[in-house]
Nanobody
């Protein structure tokens, strides 16, 4: 069984910063792409940032220049550093990982979600 455990959400004022973490554990042979998505109330879940196993990254236009995704392969952990936060960044943030389980089996796993609220 694979678990994705997130941490780091909370309440922050506009212009502030937060750092999210997501650690994968369990019967993991390898992890390919990792990423962060978010879902605001009444809206569809959207992709925020992704990072490949070689370290290449990509971002949604709305967060470019403000958010930075990184990963520590030894710890099987992905991070999201969020700076200059805006009220429109308020959402539940979910991490995702494409995990190799053995044989020819890859599976996407999601974290449980962590609330980020940007408000004065």
């Amino acid at each position: 069984q694979v678990r994705m455990v997130e941490s780091g959400g909370g309440l922050v004022q506009p212009g502030g910063s937060l750092r999210l973490s997501c650690a994968a554990s369990g019967n993991i042979l390898n992890i390919d792409g990792m990423g962060w998505h978010r879902q605001a109330p009444g809206k569809q879940r959207e992709r925020v940032a992704g990072i490949d196993s070689d370290g290449s990254t990509n971002y949604a236009d709305s967060v470019k220049g403000r958010f930075t995704i990184s990963r520590d392969n030894a710890k099987k952990t992905v991070y999201l550093q969020m700076n200059t936060l805006k009220p429109e960044d308020t959402a539940v943030y979910y991490c995702k990982a494409n995990v190799f389980l053995g044989g020819s089996v890859w599976h996407n796993y999601w974290g449980q979600g962590t609330q980020v609220t940007v408000s004065s």
